[in-house]
């Protein structure tokens, strides 16, 4: 049963252009989100998280967006650098302890 | 360093061997927390610790798992009479807990991995 779902699992954007990332989940109990970054071989970074109390989260180049009736969030990088690219995994904590990852987005910034 | 830090990075065991998987957590973060990777997936919670106390074992595939926290800084994952489908990337991450601040802190930080590999 996947509650948080990432349906692309890859994307190609050249240089300068917007990355748009999107997350769906399934569970109207989450009221957080997360965004991490993962280069290969590494562990998983934190890059920006959401409240669902907001609909909208910015930094710097990275723009978080919440549609709650949806159920779907998505992440906007602009512009967009080779060094972004990795893979993005979308996160949600339930009223546990459990964090649920989406698989995960591998986005490509070509030069 | 100060960031998360697992050992081994790889790890090859043949099918019924038991492996031992250590995680050196963030120095003062609470909570600890173990995933599995399998390839092409995403992170799928095994195990939750606060500091010592096992809270949450609920994503632990079968018995032939069990993870330790003794002194609620170092964990241990062990795999009893492992299976080839325990053949993943196996996550470990810490974070300062609930609570702190002006509220939950979920940001976890990650260590690098171990790659489980079942032969």
């Not at chain 1, 990432?6 to 769906?24: A, M």
């Amino acid at each position: 049963d996947q509650q948080v779902k990432q349906n692309s699992p890859s994307l190609s954007v050249q240089e300068g252009r917007i990355s748009i990332l999107n997350c769906d989940y399934t569970n109207s109990m989450f009221d957080y989100f997360l965004w991490y970054k993962k280069y290969p071989a590494e562990g998983p970074t934190f890059l920006i998280s959401i409240s669902s109390i907001k609909d909208k989260n910015e930094d710097g180049r990275f723009t978080v967006f919440l549609n709650k009736s949806a159920k779907h969030l998505s992440l906007h990088i602009v512009p967009s650098q080779p060094g972004d690219s990795a893979v993005y995994f979308c996160a949600a904590p339930s009223t546990g302890n459990q964090f649920y990852f989406g698989t995960g987005t591998s986005l490509t910034v070509i030069p | 360093g100060a960031g998360v830090s697992q050992s081994p990075r790889y790890k090859v065991a043949k099918r019924g061997q038991d492996v031992a998987l250590r995680c050196d957590p963030i120095s003062g973060h609470v909570s600890l927390f173990w995933y599995q990777q399998a390839l092409g997936q995403g992170p799928e919670f095994l195990t939750y610790f606060q500091n010592e106390a096992q809270l949450d074992k609920s994503g632990l595939p079968s018995d032939r798992f069990f993870a330790e926290r003794p002194e609620g800084s170092v964990s241990t994952l062990k795999i009893q009479r492992t299976q080839q489908e325990d053949s993943a990337v196996y996550l470990c991450a810490s974070s300062l807990g609930w609570g702190f601040s002006s509220g939950p802190s979920y940001e976890q930080y990650f260590g690098p991995g171990t790659r489980l590999t079942v032969t």
